[in-house]
């Protein structure tokens, strides 16, 4: 089985720039989600999808990031302008159920690193 | 916001011991407890879960102890091989949600 695919690997960038990431999730899983990981930390959700509906956005900073989820499949996170704390590792994540409350792995790609200069 | 506290931050251990990596949670809707391993260039991968209704769970050389009324959790990682030199992540996932706050991790070293 394949497993959650993310693009580019590495991106560096300007500050002011925009820049875009890429997330193909495992076939079949309903949930998708978006983490930050800065260096020395661990990741921090940004923005969860269920199918293509979103389901949580809270920790979206929305003034600059923005995601959506083509047809309940692919996504991309938008990043427009980019500031320097923004340098960190973009995870997406995708888990199979669409409902329930027990204990739902999460499966993660390889991740973004994004430097902002 | 709900926080899990992770410690030590960073571990050097001999091959054949044994690597302990502590978390500590603070808000009590937290229904599931899993642990996820990281090597560089890698996204976590799920290592071991336990829900709070049970005090020990095993897999192979990793158990995970957790201790209801004290709101902690541990991995412990017996016969350390230096392949499992990598950064450990403690979680903890909301009750009623998907959501998981991690903890900051603990890179660990395992020397021959």
């Known amino acids: 089985e394949a497993g959650v695919a993310q693009s580019p690997r590495y991106k560096i960038i300007e500050k002011r720039q925009s820049v875009a990431f890429w997330c193909n999730p495992i076939?079949?899983?309903?949930?998708l989600y978006w983490y930050q990981q800065i260096l020395g930390q661990g990741p921090k959700l940004l923005i969860q999808?269920?199918?293509?509906?979103?389901?949580?956005d809270s920790q979206l900073p929305k003034d600059r990031f923005s995601a959506e989820r083509l047809k309940g499949v692919d996504s991309t996170l938008k990043i427009q302008p980019a500031k320097l704390e923004d340098s960190a590792v973009y995870l997406c994540?995708?888990?199979?159920?669409?409902?329930?409350?027990?204990?739902?792995?999460?499966?993660f790609g390889p991740g973004t690193r994004l430097t902002v200069l | 916001q709900q926080q899990v506290k992770q410690s030590p931050q960073s571990l050097i251990v001999q091959k054949g011991g044994i690597s302990i990596i502590n978390c500590a949670y603070e808000n009590t809707a937290f229904d599931y407890f899993p642990w996820y391993q990281q090597f560089p260039g890698k996204g976590p991968a799920l290592l071991i879960a336990i829900r709070p209704d049970v005090s020990e769970k095993k897999e192979g050389r990793f158990t995970i102890s957790f201790n209801k009324s004290a709101k902690q959790f541990s991995l412990h990682i017996m016969d350390s091989q230096p392949g499992d030199s990598a950064t450990y992540f403690c979680a903890a996932k909301g009750a009623g949600s998907y959501q998981l706050t991690f903890g900051k991790g603990t890179k660990l070293s395992v020397i021959p």
């Open positions: 994540a995708s888990s199979p159920r669409a409902s329930g409350t027990t204990f739902n792995e999460q499966f």
């Open positions: 076939s079949g899983h309903a949930t």
């Open positions: 999808f269920q199918n293509n509906g979103v389901v949580d």
